[in-house]
């Protein structure tokens, strides 16, 4: 008799706080609306760990049509303990075009009325933190003007 397969657990990773400067408006290229934002610091709390989001990171955005932007963001979170993460997130945000519209304008939205969500991946020498490279995780997060808040969580 065949086993039946475990369903996917969600358990809760953290929560960042990543800062964002201006867009970097590149334009209308054969694939989509080319922006980069500029990552400039932000946090992260997990269970038992906190960090700090390093600036120098950048998000790199497709905004492929009026309702669907791609998202490729990479960054390096310090633990307090001086550990070094690195983060490679890929997303994807969708809404209604005026709202899209919106935030590329660098307008507030109501994020309950954007889907965000993304699969972040990580690698680090941590040892408290070296088990998140061989684990899958997804999140939600919410675009304000100056700032996203994430949660993540690994998949079980």
């Known amino acids: 008799m065949q086993q039946p397969l475990a369903t996917p657990a969600l358990d809760f990773f953290a929560d960042l706080r990543v800062e964002v400067a201006e867009p970097q408006e590149v334009g209308a290229t054969a694939y989509g609306l080319r922006r980069l934002i500029p990552i400039l610091g932000g946090s992260a709390r997990g269970v038992g760990w906190t960090a700090r989001v390093l600036p120098g990171g950048a998000d790199a955005q497709l905004v492929v049509n009026d309702s669907l932007a791609e998202l490729d963001a990479r960054y390096c979170l310090e633990t307090d303990g001086g550990d070094l993460v ?17 935030l590329v304008r660098g307008e507030p939205v109501d994020p309950a009325q954007i889907y965000f ?4 991946r990580f690698e680090t020498t941590a040892p408290a933190l070296r088990w998140t490279s061989e684990r899958l995780f997804i999140g939600s997060g919410a675009r304000y003007p100056q700032h996203l808040l994430m949660r993540f969580f690994s998949v079980g």
Request: charged fraction near 20%; hydrophobic fraction near 35%.
């Open 86 to 102: 690195y983060v490679h997130n890929r997303a994807i945000r969708s809404g209604p075009p005026a709202l899209m519209a919106r």
């Open 117 to 120: 969500r993304c699969s972040p």
